[in-house]
C-alpha cells in the first residue's frame, strides 16, 4: 500500500481519504454513491466502505441514530449483533 488518496464528491457534497490501492465504484449499482473496496479478499471477505445519502426531515441527534440502526437492522436481515466466535458441543457461544 502506498498511502492514502483523497476522493472528491463530484457534487462536491463531501470528501474522503481511501487507502490508493482500493477501488472505486461510482456506478451506483450497490445503491452506494460510491463504493470502495480493497483489491483482495482476506479470509473471504473483501474489506469495503460505502458511502451512502439520504434525505431526512429535522431529527434530533438521537433520533437518528435510532433510525439509523433501524435501518441497519432490516439491511442485514436481523442479522446484527456481535458475531459468535464458536460453540460448544452444546451449542452455547463462548
Given at each position: ?18 487507502s ?14 460510491v ?41 442485514s ?13 452444546r451449542?452455547?457461544?463462548?
Open positions: 500500500m502506498s498511502g492514502f488518496r483523497r476522493f472528491e464528491d463530484p457534487e462536491k457534497l463531501y470528501q474522503l481519504s481511501i490508493s490501492d482500493w477501488l472505486a465504484d461510482t456506478s451506483g449499482r450497490s445503491g452506494a454513491r463504493a470502495f473496496g480493497a483489491p483482495d479478499a482476506v479470509m473471504g471477505f473483501q474489506a469495503n466502505v460505502n458511502v451512502v445519502m439520504q434525505h431526512v426531515p429535522p431529527l434530533t441527534q438521537e433520533e437518528f441514530l435510532t433510525l439509523s440502526r433501524l435501518q441497519l437492522k432490516v439491511a436481515r436481523g442479522q446484527w449483533g456481535p458475531p459468535k466466535l464458536y460453540q460448544d458441543r451449542g452455547l457461544a463462548k
